[in-house]
Each structure stands twice: as structure tokens, then as C-alpha cells.
């Protein structure tokens, strides 16, 4: 292949916020049609990096080449129209509005009135689009009442639509089922023929080695190399990136499960799944497995009480326990981790420490006044378990790294003393180094007797730490694995059954 | 405060309008198939105003008693509102309004379209520029007249006075700021201290008060309120600052809340605005105008000065 | 004012914006400090010990209503119905308070009782229906002047007891009792909103009444809550008012909601919900009565105190806004 040249060149970037370096001399050099991963801990300077390169934020100093002349770049929008499109990690759209109209947001009158779509027309574009992607979502459905998947499949689609030359995709697959994924490598491969350059930021290694060309690695703000993906592999990446040589991820099993805490018989709720049947064990991790809308989520939710079931029930411990509401849920022993820790985890403008006693506030308080002595005691112990990372226990949680709010979330659900703690994606969105932590935690929790239902898209980690995997399709159960029967073939056909 | 209010009331009150829409009253249902009976339309500035209440009273009262059908519709403050229920009482073909305008100007639409459609239309309490058929009512500059020349006798024509305005641009706060200020110019020893809204309110009147006596304190010598609610507010100040023997209040309409004030000495003086008589007077001239009969094209009903010497005849038993 | 309003964040993230916004905390401190050394400078009369006390006299009431109205904003809900409520309870009070019929305690109980009760069915609708608490107040807005008008007969009810109407219109030690009260109720609104279960719970539903309700809060129950206590402290505020002018008035406390809103943010409370402090309310009440007074002292028109008003709202709500830019 006859080496293309640059359309991006970036030299000693550099950035500082109240007197700290986000960004210490960053250099990257991506060339047209190059598939360009940006590696790095949460916390090494990527977002801010590509805040930089979009116009979100200005420069210190340094110097950014786009298609050989220098880019003084004064607003999102001027960037937009020299052709570098960004996949935002925090979906941005307009709940109100259907698919078709957001993907052609912003671009309604853009060519002045002559070249108004009206909706049909816009419809016809978008649904093309979306089905040369591979997706089928009806154009003209509401953006609030699609998946987070089908969102970001949205965000994609409006992304390519714009006549991109680079494409900045932000943590793109977080959300996604396989499938969907392969679907999206398509796309990048197809985009990258036509010589639209793409910067990719993910955690997910295996992604990385699978359709990345060039990789360029930061850590605390400063440029690490570029690589071609060839000469490295997933130790030399996991090096570069924390500067040290992680554990094992998945660390080994060594307590056997005990009685059985949590079962459900035909369990159903109309539209979304029927007939599941199950137990988890104390000290087991149940791993359910399935693709986008398989009704993972739903069950857990529903067990939580924060959707209604419509037939089967619950025994907790052998007993049977009637839960309407997550109060109930919590009475009873039962936490949940949302997949969503934004909307349903955390109250972004309060405290690590109000977080993390909210859900057990009562523990804290006599007849109803709250004793701030034992909160705090209670929250900094917490803090210090799970090591989350802040300022202090009253720092705001909306400036946390997702890596630390979600260990928040954690260490809410455990404060109220659970025997079965569902978790619902409990990694999405944060970087390999919290992850580990995370992992390790689930591992504590198993060694502690509690028992656990996980759930995650990515198969390897659903893998690492399951005892045994209940497969769903399309809200039904297809297979309930043991750890040696689980391999992510078998998984993936019984997720594909009809 | 007002203000805030006003800023922030808008929308609120928008749907609050379409909320309270329509409240009508027929005060006789018996309202005979058929038979050659008057309909009278009434609408009133406020319902939730004591005097209008009371003038309201007694046009029922007589209509009743003269067998005369009264459709009554509540304006609650809105000109816009009144002249659609003038429209509507058209549209009923009434054979006379009577209307309590809300406002001199926004309120004349009313006073044109009943003529246009040959229906008699009779102002009651207040005027509009438009002319109607005729007037009832009393001369709100003579009010304020009669007030500030209690205050100017009392005073033998020196010191310092304060008034407290109703809603500033109301006929009633205009004209009686009038009357007042015509006495204030005959007399100059009486100077003008202060004067501000207060919205005919009790409360606010009060607020007011305590603020000037913080500013003026003992310069002050007579307090003239454009009615008795502001009035009495004023003399609640007073009192409770321990200024009231020493302050001459003075305010308008006689409401039975005043005429007490007067008994104990709250207040020097109230100017009776006769309710009773303006609704009789406005039912007569409203039954004669339907029935073609002639008819005064302006009853002016006097106000009567009320102290402590002649309230008596004024209390009701 | 620590609590609900976020403290410094972190070294790493203090942006100038962040700086900014954590202004707009003490910014309003300083407003109010600015204008009462302004005032001081130009009378005299400003900024002596008895119009001080005329002043919280005077602001008392409309602070005791947006105590009510700041607990209901937190929780992310709106109440416009307290003015009617004001106008419900003092009416209510007021007709058992003539002299030689009942002893003080039997107006003021009724009152609260139908404070109260109204509170309760604003919160009852609100929680029970997903009709959006501007509607559902709207709504109990119009009836409660309604109710008024019923309950009086359309006019005021006069000829109060002595000690009733000591009740806002006495002093106790020297000090009006509007201020003894005042005082009281911000101490307990307060400590209910600082130091309890139930006020925690309060913001974590106005701050994400999603992530609220899956951390098992009772979110019916402290909707409930605060709409009764709503209509608690606006009785307070009713009996107050009748008492002080010494008459039940069915149109009194029109428009008395949106100053009671006003107050709340100008003191910082978030429209938006889950941020708000007491201390902030009361500073926010004061500001809007050290304005009037003072202007009213100076004998500046009622014309220019509304663009006053108006113009302080607005700046109010733009430093918020700041807040929160700077939270996302």
C-alpha cells in the first residue's frame, strides 16, 4: 500500500487548566484512510485532546495541520464544515425528535430554503442510510424510545451522513451487542476505502487489534508513541498505556458457591421477556448473556421492581417475596447496578458521600435526624474500600471519572447490606485500569457470599467471571451454561436462536 | 412587589383565565317562557371587591322585586373580558346593561357595540370615555376633595400630608388624586410629603406606612388613602408605632370595616360612597331605559363625610 | 450554605468557570451586603435598629411562603397555589376568631389544619396523577380563591380578638413576634432540610428522581411531604397576615406564590431542582424587602422598584444557570 498523506498533522498540542498540563506537547500524524486508534487510561488527556482537535477548546500553544494548512479552529461548527465529525461517548440528541430528523440535524436549512427536506423525503434518506449500515430502525421513530444501541447506531449514521474527511469515534461499541459491532467494523472498513481517516478511541483491546492500522498511546498528558498495530500485541498495549504490567484480569475462583439466595420460575412481563427460570447461589456470579434487546436488562430491572412482572415469582432465600418497588428490593437484600449509572445510579450534584449513603440513609439517622458523624465515618470508609479517587468525601460526583462514580454506585448498593447484587454493564465506559479494580471487586463480593447477576456485552469479561451463563434471545431463555460448557461460541448461537 | 408578579404571572395567568373562564349567575331561574320580562345584563368590575358586592346587592335586590330577570357576569379586572360579556348580552338581546367599567378606555368598545345594537347601556361606579346612555355613580374628584379638605380644615391649612394611590392609572385612583390636589394647591401650608401605590391594599398600605414613619416620622401630619382597606392599613402602622392621636388618617368609601375604624378612632374621617344607592339608582335608570320610558342621562349620588360626630346615622344595626 | 450547592471541586477541574459559578454562591451575599452600605450611605434612616426590624417584619411573611416553596422547588415541582392557600387559611382562622367566642388556639389550629389538608391534596394529585405540579397548582389555585370567596361571603371578615391579633401584630420582649416566628420556622426549615432523613431525600429526587427512586426512596411519600409542608408554612403565613392587618381578606395574597418564587431564586435554588439552600430563601426575601424599603424611604416610584425587581430575577437566574454550565 502506497503510504497516503497526512490529512492531520498535530505538533506539541499542549493545554493546561489552573496551572496543571492536561496535554504536554501531544503529537499525532494520521494519514488519509488510516484507521488511527488513540489508547489511554481515563484520565491521560484523550477527551481533552479531541475537545482541542473539534473546537470545543482552544490551544496553549502547538500547532494543528489540517490537509497541510494550519487550523485555527473558533467553533464547533467551522470544524464541522472543514470536514473532522465527532461520535460523542455522551449521546447527544434530541429525544423529541424521530431518527431521521436528528440525523439531518442542524443541516435543515443549511442550503437555504430551496434544499428544505420535508419529512418524507428526510425519511427515504435516512432509512437508505441506516440500511446501508445494516441497522433496521424506522426512520421516523422517536429517538426517546430507542436503545442505547440504536442511538449510537444513529450517531453513526449522522456522523457519515455529514461528508466527513476525519471521523473522531468516541468509545463507538460501549453500548453495543456484537453483532452490531461486526456491523460497525463494516462501516469503518468502507469508510476508510473511500479515504475518510478515523480516530478511534475505545477500551476494548480486542477491537483495537482487529481494525486498527496506527496506534497512538498518551498517559497523564503526555505523548507515550505511535505504533503500527502490528508491532504490538494486548500486553505491549496494556504497558504502554499504565506504564506497568497489570495483574491477571480475571482473577481465579477459589471459593465454591454456597445455598441458593435468589431464584425466579417463569418469570414474564409482557413485551419484553417469559418464561425465566433460574437460581443464583451465594458466592456465584450468574452471568446472562444475549444480544441487544435479548431482555437482559429487563429482567434484572423487573427483579428490582422497577418495571411490574406480569407472571412467575420471586423466592429470596427460599421464601417467596412479593417486590413492587426498589424499595422493596433494597428491604429484602437485593442491589442493582444500572447500566445507566447517569440516569438511574447517581444525583450527579450531591456529594460521594450523600451518594453513597442515599440508598441506606436510614442507617445513619435517629428518628429521622441524620448523624453526620457516622455518614461521614461510613462514606470514607467506603471510599477507602473501593478506593475511589476524590477530593474528599463532598466533592460533587459529577466530577468523577466514570471509573470512580460507577465504584460509587458500588459502594451505595453495598452499604445497604445486599445478599444478591445485580449488575447491569458494570464497566461500560471506563478504562482498563478501573476495570481491573472492578473485577476485582466483583471477586471480593463472591468471596464474601454474596451472589451475583451480571450482565455484559463484552463475552470475555462475561466469561472471566462467571460461574455459569444464562443465555437469552429475544426475551426468552436458551441456555443455561456451565463455566466449562461457556465458550463465547456456544454463547453466541444460543444468543442467536430464534 | 408587584413586580415579580407581573413578570412572572403571565403564562400563569393566561391559563388561569381560560381556568375561571366562565362564571355566570342568573340570580332568577324562574325566568318566565314566554312572558313579556325584562333581562337586564350586569357586568361588574370584581366580585371579590366589598363595595362592588354591595352595589351588586342591591340591583339583585330590586330586580327581584321588580320581577326583572338579572343576568350578572364577574369582569374580574379584565376590560377584554368585559367587553365580550357585553357582546354576549347582545347577542342574548337583553333589553338593557349595566355595566361597572373596568376601564375608562379598554372598557368603551362595550359602551359603543351596545349602542350599535340599540340596547340602553347604563355605567354604574365608574365612567368610560365612551358616552353611554347614562350615568350612575358618584364624582370620585369630588372624594378626594372632600378628603383632603377634612385634612386642610383639621390642620388649619398647614403641615405635612402623605397619600396612598390605588392602582395607579384606575379612574378612581386619577380622580381622586385630582380632587386632592386641586384643595392641596388652595392651601400652601400643606405640603405634599409623599405618595405612592398601594394597590388598594390593606397590606401594603401598611408596609408603605412603616416605611415613611422610618423616613419622616413625626413630620408627618395627615395620611390621605385613596379607600378605606389602605386607609385602615395606614392606621395600623400609626397605632402600632404610637403615632395614631397625633396623625389625621382620612380614606374613601365608608365600607362597615371603616365605619368601625371611625367609631374607635382608627380613622378621623371616611368619605360614604353610596353602594345602595348607586345600584337602585342604576336598576331604575336601566328598567325606564328598557321600557322606553325617559330617563336621567347622569345621576350623580353625593358622597357624605363621615366623623365620629355623625356615623351614627351611618352604622347599620 | 454548603449543603446542596457543591463544594470546591477538585484542583485538577477548577476551571475559571468553576470559579465563576462558585461566585455566584456569594454573590448574593454580596449584592445584598452592597445595596444595604449603599443604602446606609445615601439616608440616614436606612440603617437603624427599628427599620431593620420594620424590614424583616415586613419581608416575614413572604420568606415563611418561599421556606414552603423552596422545599417544594428542590424536589423539582413548583407550587403557585400558596397565595390561595393564604388567602383559604386566614379566612378560614379569621371566622373563628372573633372576640368572646373561641380561645386563640381554635383559629390558629383550624388554620394550620387547612393549610395543611390543602397542601396534602396538592401533593395527593401530584404523586397520584403524572399531571405536571404547574397544572395541578394552577388548578387548586383557583379553587382556593374559590374557597375563599365562599367561606366569606366575598368579604372581609373583621371585629378579630385582641389576641389573635396579637399574634402578628404583637412584640414579645420588645421584638415583633412576625421576627420571633420568622426565626423559628428558618430554624426548623432548616434543620429539616440540612439534617434529615427526609430533606436529603428532598434534593437526591429534585437532583435525579430516577436514580432516586431506584435507590429505593419513597419518592410519593416526600412529594407528599413537602407539598403539606407547603401548605403548612402558607397557613403560618396566612394567620399571619389576617392577623396583622387584623382582617380575613378572600382576596388577600394575590400573586403572593410568585414572590415567594422569586425569593427562592434569587437565593439560589435551582429551578431545575435538586440544589437550594434556606439561608439562602431567607437572604433571598430580605434582598427583596431591603429593595422596597429602601426605595420607599428614598420616595422613589412603585415604577422603578419593578424594573428593579425584575432586572435582580434576571440576574439571579443567569448565575445559576452559570452553576450549572459549569456542573456539566
Known sequence: MIPQAYILEVTDLTKTFSGIKALDAVQLHVRKGEMHALMGENGAGKSTFMKLLIGLLTPDSGEILFEGASMKATSVHDVLQKGIAMIHQEMLNVPELTVAQNIFLGRETAGGLFRWLDDSNRNKQAAELLAHMGVSIPPDTKMKHLSVAQMQMVEIAKAISNDVKVLIMDEPTSALADAEVTILFGIIRELTQKGVAIIYISHKMDEIFTIADTITVLRDGQYIGTHPATDLNENSLIKLMVGRELDRLFPESTTPPGAEVLSVRQLGRKGAFSDINFAVHAGEVLGLAGLMGAGRTEVTRAIYGLDPLHTGDIHLKGQPVTINSPQDAIRLGIGYVSEDRKQLGLIPALSVKYNITLGSLSNHADGGFIRSQRESTAAVDVMADLQIKATGPDQPVVYLSGGNQQKVVIGKVLQANPVVVLLDEPTRGIDIGAKSEIYKLIHELKASGIAIILISSELPELLGLSDRVLVLAKGKQTALLSKEDATQETIMRYAMQP | ?317 | MKNGLPPSPSKTTLSYKTRFGRLGQYGLLIAFLGICLTLSLITPRFFTVQNLMIIVTQVSINALLAFGVTFIIITGGIDLSIGSMVAVTGVAAASFAHPDTYPVVVPVVIGLLAGLLFGAFNGFVITRSHVPPFIVTLGTMTIGRGLALILSKGRPISNLSDSFNFIGGGKILGVPTLIVILIVAFIGCSVLLKKTVIGRYMYAVGGNEQAARASGIPIGKVKLVVYTLGGLLAALAGILLTSRITTGQPNAGQGFELDAIAAAIIGGTSTSGGTGTMTGTLLGALLIGVISNGLDLLNVTSYYQEVVMGAIIIGAVVLDSMNQTNKN
Open chain 2, 1 to 317: 412587589m408587584k413586580p415579580i408578579r407581573t413578570l412572572l404571572s403571565s403564562s400563569a395567568l393566561l391559563i388561569a383565565l381560560l381556568l375561571t373562564g366562565c362564571n355566570q349567575s342568573t340570580s332568577d331561574e324562574k325566568g318566565g317562557a314566554g312572558s313579556k320580562k325584562l333581562v337586564i345584563g350586569a357586568t361588574m368590575l370584581s366580585m371579590q371587591n366589598e363595595f362592588i358586592v354591595n352595589v351588586h346587592d342591591e340591583i339583585e335586590k330590586k330586580a327581584t322585586a321588580d320581577g326583572v330577570e338579572l343576568i350578572t357576569v364577574d369582569a374580574e379586572h379584565s376590560p377584554l373580558k368585559q367587553v365580550e360579556q357585553v357582546e354576549s348580552f347582545i347577542a342574548q338581546k337583553v333589553d338593557a346593561i349595566i355595566m361597572n367599567p373596568c376601564e375608562v378606555e379598554a372598557s368603551s368598545p362595550a359602551v359603543a357595540k351596545a349602542l350599535a345594537a340599540n340596547i340602553p347601556i347604563i355605567n354604574v361606579n365608574s365612567e368610560t370615555s365612551a358616552k353611554p346612555s347614562a350615568f350612575v355613580g358618584s364624582d370620585d374628584v369630588e372624594s378626594g376633595r372632600m378628603a383632603m379638605k377634612f385634612i386642610a380644615d383639621k390642620l388649619n391649612g398647614k403641615g405635612n400630608v402623605v397619600m396612598i394611590h390605588g392602582y395607579m392609572g384606575q379612574a378612581a385612583q386619577i380622580k381622586r388624586e385630582q380632587g386632592a390636589r386641586e384643595v392641596l394647591k388652595q392651601y400652601p401650608g400643606l405640603k405634599l410629603l409623599a405618595h405612592q401605590t398601594g394597590e388598594w391594599d390593606r397590606a401594603k398600605a401598611m408596609s408603605l406606612t412603616e416605611n415613611w414613619i422610618q423616613s419622616y416620622g413625626s413630620q408627618i401630619n395627615a395620611v390621605f388613602a385613596h379607600n378605606d382597606e389602605m386607609g385602615l392599613g395606614a392606621a395600623k402602622a400609626l397605632t402600632d408605632a404610637g403615632m395614631k392621636d397625633k396623625v389625621i388618617v382620612v380614606s374613601i368609601d365608608g365600607i362597615p370595616d371603616a365605619l368601625q375604624g371611625v367609631k374607635k378612632g382608627a380613622l378621623d374621617a371616611t368619605i360614604f360612597q353610596n353602594a345602595e344607592q348607586q345600584g337602585s339608582k342604576a336598576i331604575e335608570t336601566a328598567i325606564k331605559a328598557a321600557k322606553g320610558e325617559a330617563y336621567e342621562k347622569q345621576t350623580l349620588i353625593p358622597f357624605q363625610l363621615v366623623t365620629k360626630a355623625n356615623l351614627s346615622s351611618f352604622l347599620k344595626p
